[in-house]
């Protein structure tokens, strides 16, 4: 696989890195016919992003969380609506075109096509032998591309060294066994393995099924054993049933022949039984008509009484509204005299509200004068403190003046005591010269002094004038409480005048009301009650009288009507029980049912005694088809066990040939086989690159805890220095990269030898990261050596040391297409 141009549009390294949201390399014409491209840039330009891109699988390798299907997304490293990427690259001898499509406008959804340049120069889908053409699909694209090129795990295992990828030495048992397997072709080896273990797999299943049928057949046997022993003595079963059938028919017979006599004798007593019931029922009627007859009077009766209880309820009720009505007007009159008894004091508060409202206001006058005096007395406190502030400030200005004044004449003073006064040295003199300063300000001081005492005298003055003003108005708080206290009693006495004289009106209502209720009082008739029995009569009106005697009149009507329905009907009554007194005595029945139950008693014994013989034939008859079927099931169970023996010999074999085509059989000695082929491989780029340190081996068997044998897999390296061997994974870091890149290019080298899946080109990411400079260059060397025995026409890696790029026959610099993408903008 040889790629030729790539072009990566709304991927977000290229975005990140470059600036830009389409990138186009042409690698025949960057690489020119070079062996090793360099892939270089700074930091974060996109290296990576181009390097995952240069293959037609679909995956960025150095993104991939794990590897497989689901271990990578294209939608977390794209960023426009519709994004793409379009690889040329050739394989076998044709070239083909990949297009991947990464929409993520609405609905995600990625589309796969795969192109290939037919001979007329057009590009058209490619088609597998087995009819699979490339349609966009995912997974069809993805079959086309291993059809072509090899699986993806051996394609990134031993041509392709991602960014970040996994060491061979950290590789599983089964996964190092899968991948030298695709290595050395035993797909088909695999297969079969497979399909054997799909059989035996099916046989199993199979197996399970025929052990269901035994099990089955098992709980058939036993199920006709039990009741083969449950109806043991069938036959001797049937003959006892037979008798007890005879003896029970012929109790049954016995039993009709006594219920039919019972029977004539019934018919003999129904004339006398039917004369019995006529009167019986005559009598029964009489009784229901004269309790209907006295119920009716009853009721009629009741109807009188709640029609009296009804007439009561009313007479109280009238009688207890006129004593309520009475109670109320007697308390609307109380109430009216109570208002009533305060009119004198009305009347005088009427008189003396003018004078009170005068009072008040005068009250009010003197209020206002005073409050208007005090606060003159507030003010000149607040002057009376101004001035005495001022006067204290004039003071010790003053102070400091008469300070100042004395300084200067103490000064002026040392103009006799200095030494050099009238000599040649007085010029020089500082205490002099500051004694002829002080002299000059001697005057200013003094009239500083002489202002001062202006001020203060005057400032005296004005502050004895407060003083005398503040004596003349000291007593003015006290006037003003005095007279505030004056003004409230005045306030006061004027408030209750007013609400007295306010009750006027409400007086002269209550006359009016009073005059009312004395007149309703007068209308009402005199309070009387109801009465009890001794002697006194209740306050009835006439139309309640009335209706009182028709009342009475009317239960001694019904209590009239009722004695004569029940003499009536007790003589009645009486003639018909005499009459049912001459009868005979009745017929006895009882005997009749007894005789009617010992009838069907014994039918149903008949019918039980027949049942009980059916069943026992039936029994007969199963016992001999459970012997049938015994017989029968036995034959089935040894047939089942023949084919559970056959099936299982069949697992077993099956079972045999999947584990001989597993990766621990025919695979696993066909590694055995291509191990020392890839070792030394590994081994003659050791050698040619790093020396004859180190060799390396390929352990297919490793030993347990136990110092057993067992299917596995080691790198094994030996140290021709210290002459010791260890594995792969306890060596250094830097050791370790070097061994594993040997290790992977070899494999690379037997693919292209053995094989015959040879790809054009390799690819590499940063693999020297953990090398020191020395072994940075022999990593150079191993990669010619490489591609010279392999036949690779180049190898694009990416690497951050310079001097592994200035070793490079081509260098794709990133930065540039950073720079082109720049410029037109700067312009």
Same mark, same amino acid.
């Given at each position: 696989?040889?790629?030729?141009?790539?072009?990566?549009?709304?991927?977000?390294?290229?975005?990140?890195?470059?600036?830009?949201?389409?990138?186009?390399?042409?690698?025949?014409?960057?690489?020119?016919?070079?062996?090793?491209?360099?892939?270089?840039?700074?930091?974060?330009?996109?290296?990576?992003?181009?390097?995952?891109?240069?293959?037609?699988?679909?995956?960025?390798?150095?993104?991939?969380?794990?590897?497989?299907?689901?271990?990578? &997304?294209?939608?977390?490293?794209?960023?426009?609506?519709?994004?793409?990427?379009?690889?040329?690259?050739?394989?076998?001898?044709?070239?083909?075109?990949?297009?991947?499509?990464?929409?993520?406008?609405?609905?995600?959804?990625?589309?796969?096509?795969?192109?290939?340049?037919?001979?007329?120069?057009?590009?058209?889908?490619?088609?597998?032998?087995?009819?699979?053409?490339?349609?966009?699909?995912?997974?069809?694209?993805?079959?086309?591309?291993?059809?072509?090129?090899?699986?993806?795990?051996?394609?990134?295992?031993?041509?392709? &060294?991602?960014?970040?990828?996994?060491?061979? &030495?950290?590789?599983?048992?089964?996964?190092?066994?899968?991948?030298?397997?695709?290595?050395?072709?035993?797909?088909?080896?695999?297969?079969?393995?497979?399909?054997?273990?799909?059989?035996?797999?099916?046989?199993?299943?199979?197996?399970?099924?025929?052990?269901?049928?035994?099990?089955?057949?098992?709980?058939?046997?036993?199920?006709?054993?039990?009741?083969?022993?449950?109806?043991?003595?069938?036959?001797?079963?049937?003959?006892?049933?037979?008798?007890?059938?005879?003896?029970?028919?012929?109790?049954?017979?016995?039993?009709?022949?006594?219920?039919?006599?019972?029977?004539?004798?019934?018919?003999?007593?129904?004339?006398?039984?039917?004369?019995?019931?006529?009167?019986?029922?005559?009598?029964?009627?009489?009784?229901?008509?004269?309790?209907?007859?006295?119920?009716?009077?009853?009721?009629?009766?009741?109807?009188?009484?709640?029609?009296?209880?009804?007439?009561?309820?009313?007479?109280?009720?009238?009688?207890?509204?006129?004593?309520?009505?009475?109670?109320?007007?007697?308390?609307?009159?109380?109430?009216?005299?109570?208002?009533?008894?305060?009119?004198?004091?009305?009347?005088?508060?009427?008189?003396?509200? $003018?004078?009170?409202?005068?009072?008040?206001?005068?009250?009010?006058?003197?209020?206002?004068?005073?409050?208007?005096?005090?606060?003159?007395?507030?003010?000149?406190?607040?002057?009376?403190?101004?001035?005495?502030?001022?006067?204290?400030?004039?003071?010790?200005?003053?102070?400091?003046?008469?300070?100042?004044? #004395?300084?200067?004449?103490?000064?002026?003073?040392?103009?006799?005591?200095?030494?050099?006064?009238?000599?040649?040295?007085?010029?020089?003199?500082?205490?002099?010269?500051?004694?002829?300063?002080a002299k000059a300000l001697i005057p200013s001081a003094q009239v500083t002094i002489?202002?001062?005492?202006?001020?203060?005298?005057?400032?005296?003055?004005?502050?004895?004038?407060?003083?005398?003003?503040?004596?003349?108005?000291?007593?003015?708080?006290?006037?003003?409480?005095?007279?505030?206290?004056?003004?409230?009693?005045?306030?006061?006495?004027?408030?209750?005048?007013?609400?007295?004289?306010?009750?006027?009106?409400?007086?002269?209502?209550?006359?009016?009301?009073?005059?009312?209720?004395?007149?309703?009082?007068?209308?009402?008739?005199?309070?009387?009650?109801?009465?009890?029995?001794?002697?006194?009569?209740?306050?009835?009106?006439?139309?309640?009288?009335a209706e009182r005697q028709q009342i009475h009149a009317a239960r001694q009507a019904?209590?009239?009507?009722?004695?004569?329905?029940?003499?009536?009907?007790?003589?009645?009554?009486?003639?018909?029980?005499?009459?049912?007194?001459?009868?005979?005595?009745?017929?006895?029945?009882?005997?009749?049912?007894?005789?009617?139950?010992?009838?069907?008693?014994?039918?149903? &014994?008949?019918?039980?005694?027949?049942?009980?013989?059916?069943?026992?034939?039936?029994?007969?008859?199963?016992?001999?088809?459970?012997?049938?079927?015994?017989?029968?099931?036995?034959?089935?169970?040894?047939?089942?066990?023949?084919?559970?023996?056959?099936?299982?010999?069949?697992?077993?074999?099956?079972?045999?040939?999947?584990?001989?085509?597993?990766?621990?059989?025919?695979?696993?000695?066909?590694?055995?086989?291509?191990?020392?082929?890839?070792?030394?491989?590994?081994?003659?780029?050791?050698?040619?690159?790093?020396?004859?340190?180190?060799?390396?081996?390929?352990?297919?068997?490793?030993?347990?805890?136990?110092?057993?044998?067992?299917?596995?897999?080691?790198?094994?390296?030996?140290?021709?220095?210290?002459?010791?061997?260890?594995?792969?994974?306890?060596?250094?870091?830097?050791?370790?990269?070097?061994?594993?890149?040997?290790?992977?290019?070899?494999?690379?080298?037997?693919?292209?030898?053995?094989?015959?899946?040879?790809?054009?080109?390799?690819?590499?990411?940063?693999?020297?990261? $953990?090398?020191?400079? #020395?072994?940075?260059?022999?990593?150079?060397?191993?990669?010619?050596?490489?591609?010279?025995?392999?036949?690779?026409?180049?190898?694009?890696?990416?690497?951050?040391?310079?001097?592994?790029?200035?070793?490079?026959?081509?260098?794709?610099?990133?930065?540039?297409?950073?720079?082109?993408?720049?410029? $037109?903008?700067?312009?």
């Amino acid at each position: 696989m040889q790629p030729f141009s790539l072009t990566l549009k709304g991927f977000r390294g290229i975005r990140d890195g470059l600036g830009r949201d389409v990138l186009t390399l042409d690698f025949e014409r960057l690489a020119d016919g070079a062996e090793l491209v360099a892939i270089a840039g700074a930091n974060g330009r996109g290296k990576t992003t181009v390097m995952d891109n240069m293959h037609p699988y679909l995956t960025m390798p150095s993104r991939a969380a794990v590897a497989g299907p689901g271990g990578f &997304s294209y939608y977390d490293h794209v960023c426009l609506p519709e994004n793409e990427k379009n690889l040329i690259w050739a394989h076998g001898g044709r070239s083909y075109r990949s297009q991947v499509v990464i929409r993520l406008n609405g609905r995600r959804k990625t589309e796969a096509f795969l192109f290939v340049l037919a001979d007329d120069g057009v590009w058209k889908p490619v088609t597998l032998d087995d009819g699979t053409v490339a349609d966009g699909k995912v997974d069809t694209y993805t079959r086309c591309v291993e059809a072509i090129c090899g699986s993806a795990d051996t394609f990134f295992t031993s041509v392709f &060294s991602a960014q970040g990828k996994r060491q061979l &030495s950290a590789y599983r048992n089964a996964e190092i066994k899968t991948l030298l397997a695709d290595l050395l072709g035993q797909e088909e080896i695999r297969a079969l393995g497979q399909k054997a273990s799909e059989t035996a797999r099916l046989l199993k299943a199979g197996l399970a099924a025929i052990r269901q049928e035994r099990a089955a057949l098992d709980a058939e046997a036993q199920r006709i054993d039990a009741e083969q022993r449950r109806l043991d003595g069938a036959q001797a079963r049937v003959a006892q049933r037979l008798a007890d059938r005879q003896a029970i028919q012929a109790a049954q017979e016995s039993a009709r022949t006594r219920h039919a006599q019972l029977m004539a004798e019934c018919e003999q007593s129904r004339g006398v039984e039917a004369r019995r019931g006529q009167l019986q029922d005559e009598c029964q009627a009489v009784i229901q008509a004269g309790t209907q007859a006295i119920d009716i009077l009853k009721s009629q009766d009741r109807g009188e009484v709640q029609r009296l209880e009804r007439l009561e309820q009313r007479v109280a009720q009238r009688l207890a509204q006129e004593c309520n009505r009475r109670k109320v007007l007697q308390s609307q009159r109380r109430q009216c005299l109570a208002v009533l008894a305060g009119g004198q004091a009305v009347r005088h508060a009427e008189c003396r509200l $003018p004078m009170a409202e005068r009072v008040l206001s005068l009250r009010s006058a003197q209020v206002g004068a005073w409050r208007q005096q005090v606060q003159r007395l507030t003010q000149c406190q607040a002057a009376k403190r101004m001035v005495q502030q001022k006067l204290s400030g004039i003071e010790r200005e003053a102070g400091q003046a008469a300070l100042k004044a #004395e300084e200067l004449a103490r000064r002026f003073g040392l103009t006799g005591e200095v030494p050099c006064a009238g000599t040649h040295l007085q010029g020089q003199c500082q205490l002099l010269g500051d004694a002829r300063d002080a002299k000059a300000l001697i005057p200013s001081a003094q009239v500083t002094i002489q202002r001062l005492g202006g001020e203060k005298v005057a400032t005296q003055q004005e502050l004895d004038a407060l003083c005398g003003q503040h004596e003349g108005l000291a007593g003015a708080p006290q006037a003003l409480a005095r007279a505030e206290h004056r003004a409230e009693r005045a306030r006061a006495r004027a408030s209750r005048f007013a609400l007295l004289a306010a009750q006027a009106g409400e007086m002269a209502r209550a006359r009016t009301t009073l005059a009312g209720i004395e007149q309703e009082l007068i209308e009402l008739p005199a309070a009387q009650g109801p009465h009890t029995a001794a002697g006194q009569q209740r306050v009835e009106t006439p139309e309640e009288s009335a209706e009182r005697q028709q009342i009475h009149a009317a239960r001694q009507a019904i209590a009239v009507q009722h004695e004569q329905q029940a003499r009536h009907y007790r003589s009645t009554l009486d003639r018909l029980k005499q009459a049912l007194a001459t009868l005979p005595a009745p017929y006895d029945g009882q005997r009749l049912i007894d005789a009617q139950t010992a009838m069907e008693q014994a039918a149903q &014994s008949v019918v039980i005694a027949e049942q009980a013989y059916l069943a026992a034939v039936r029994d007969a008859e199963s016992l001999g088809a459970l012997v049938l079927q015994a017989t029968a099931l036995a034959g089935r169970r040894a047939e089942v066990a023949n084919r559970i023996a056959k099936v299982e010999t069949e697992q077993g074999n099956w079972k045999l040939f999947a584990k001989c085509m597993s990766n621990d059989g025919l695979i696993a000695l066909a590694i055995d086989d291509a191990g020392p082929a890839l070792a030394g491989l590994a081994n003659d780029l050791l050698l040619a690159c790093y020396g004859p340190r180190f060799t390396v081996s390929l352990q297919t068997l490793v030993e347990t805890g136990k110092g057993e044998q067992k299917e596995g897999f080691d790198i094994l390296v030996h140290d021709g220095e210290s002459g010791e061997s260890k594995s792969v994974g306890l060596m250094s870091g830097g050791e370790r990269v070097w061994v594993n890149e040997c290790l992977i290019r070899a494999v690379a080298l037997y693919l292209a030898q053995h094989t015959g899946r040879c790809y054009g080109a390799l690819f590499s990411d940063e693999a020297d990261g $953990p090398l020191d400079p #020395e072994r940075k260059r022999m990593f150079m060397a191993m990669k010619r050596e490489v591609l010279r025995l392999g036949g690779y026409q180049r190898e694009f890696f990416v690497s951050q040391t310079p001097e592994l790029t200035a070793m490079a026959d081509a260098v794709i610099d990133m930065d540039l297409h950073k720079e082109e993408h720049e410029i $037109p903008t700067g312009a």
